[in-house]
């Protein structure tokens, strides 16, 4: 399960987000920089009030790449559960360099390092971290005021990250100015956990944290309710029609690699996508994210798939977007239609209707 970093000033902000949920406590002061560091005392003080009852994380500070000043640094935090280090923009050699000197500190220090979207985000350091026994390793913004982690990057990008970093062992984190909207759709993604500040104060970042809105960016965290705990509505049996709704996205064009001819490829073509998902009847009675699936979840995985490189066939599209809506225990049955666009006067294509049994085997 995907958990709630909470971004926290002190001992204070600590309990409140403890109050609402948060898995994890990250320490760093927000006048100071993206990852701006607290005092020693500070950092005793929350660790104090924490009292073990959940894991703290502290920040490096915003500093430049030099291994002597990051390694004093971090050496200088070594009591926080985990240390947060900065990967700035540098040359790639100047990032490298920091890297291997903190090896010796990671040996006993789990430590993180933190890409930035906004800052020249080089995943070809994941390989080094965990060579350098790193923890783990998250996506950050520095520039707050200058637009959300999904306004930097793709979907597909972060997918891309989280799949690398657990397929090398490291931990994986995404944030970056995250809203209530952003975390069903980065929660897909399946990194281990979301960082959040600004969305915890219900107002400006530098603002103090709210117990209830840490309570509402937990609460979509949680798992889903299965499908199967619903009764009538089971993944091997169609649900009554009178039951569900309908949530659709039609006529996504999008261009793409694609074709089994030689001649489609190194080039790109224009293709449409519309899918529909059948979901269980929405019964809400308010305007709430958490109750919902989100068509956003549908133009996120068709997204992704358009980064993915060259496909042959319109058919392993299709079957490849069916299985990853069908993925979310919300969704019992899934109609995608995949068409080319760039063949002729019409479009040519396919449809298919996929059940979560389909995919069970």
Same mark, same amino acid.
């Given at each position: 399960?995907?958990?709630?970093l ?11 987000v ?34 073990g ?40 050699a100047?990032?490298l ?42 996506i ?19 997918a ?27 929660k897909?993604?399946?990194?281990d ?14 603002d ?21 705990a ?12 009178a ?5 659709? +996205? !039609?006529?996504?064009? @999008? %261009? *793409?690699?694609?074709? $089994?001819? #030689?001649? =489609?490829?190194? &080039? /790109? ?14 019964t ?16 996120d ?7 993915t ?15 990853t ?10 109609? +995608? !239609?995949?068409?080319? @666009? %760039? *063949?002729?006067?019409? $479009?040519? #294509?396919? =449809?298919?209707? &996929? /059940? ?6």
């Open positions: 399960m995907t958990k709630l909470a971004s926290v000033t002190g001992p204070g902000e600590a309990e409140t403890l109050l609402g949920g948060a898995d994890i406590i990250d320490l760093k002061d927000p006048a100071k920089g993206a990852l701006g560091a607290v005092s020693p005392e500070v950092l005793a003080a929350t660790i104090a009030t924490v009292a009852r959940r894991p703290i994380s502290a920040v490096a500070g915003d500093l430049p790449m030099r291994p002597d000043l990051v390694v004093r640094e971090v050496e200088a935090r070594r009591a926080a559960d985990f240390v947060k280090i900065g990967l700035f923009p540098a040359t790639s100047e990032r360099a920091v890297i291997g000197a903190l090896a010796g500190a990671a040996r006993d220090i789990p430590l993180v390092a933190v890409l930035f979207a906004d800052g020249d985000p080089d995943f070809a350091l994941l390989a080094p971290l965990a060579e350098a026994g790193f923890h783990g390793a998250m950050d913004t520095m520039d707050k005021a200058g637009g959300g982690l999904l306004s930097r990057l793709s979907v597909g990008t972060l891309k990250f989280v799949e690398t970093a657990r397929d090398l062992g490291l931990m994986s984190g995404l944030a970056g100015s995250l809203e209530a909207p952003d975390v069903p759709r980065l897909a993604l399946r990194p956990y979301l960082g959040f500040r600004g969305a915890l104060t219900g107002g400006a970042r530098g103090a944290v709210e117990e209830a809105q840490v309570r509402r960016i937990a609460s979509l965290l949680r798992p889903e309710p299965s499908a199967v619903r009764p009538g509505l089971t993944a091997d049996h169609a649900p009554e029609p039951g569900l709704d309908r949530i659709f +996205v !039609r006529d996504l064009v @999008l %261009d *793409l690699e694609i074709g $089994a001819y #030689g001649h =489609e490829r190194g &080039r /790109r073509q224009k293709v449409r996508f519309s899918v529909e998902a059948l979901i269980a009847r929405i809400a009675n308010r305007d709430d994210i958490a109750e919902v699936y989100s068509y956003d979840l549908i133009t995985a068709v997204r992704a798939l358009a980064e490189g060259h496909t042959d066939l319109v058919e392993t599209l299709a079957l490849d977007l069916a299985r809506v069908l993925s979310d225990g919300r969704v019992f049955e899934v109609s +995608v !239609r995949v068409e080319k @666009l %760039d *063949l002729g006067p019409g $479009a040519v #294509g396919i =449809e298919i209707r &996929r /059940r979560r049994s389909d995919f069970s085997a």
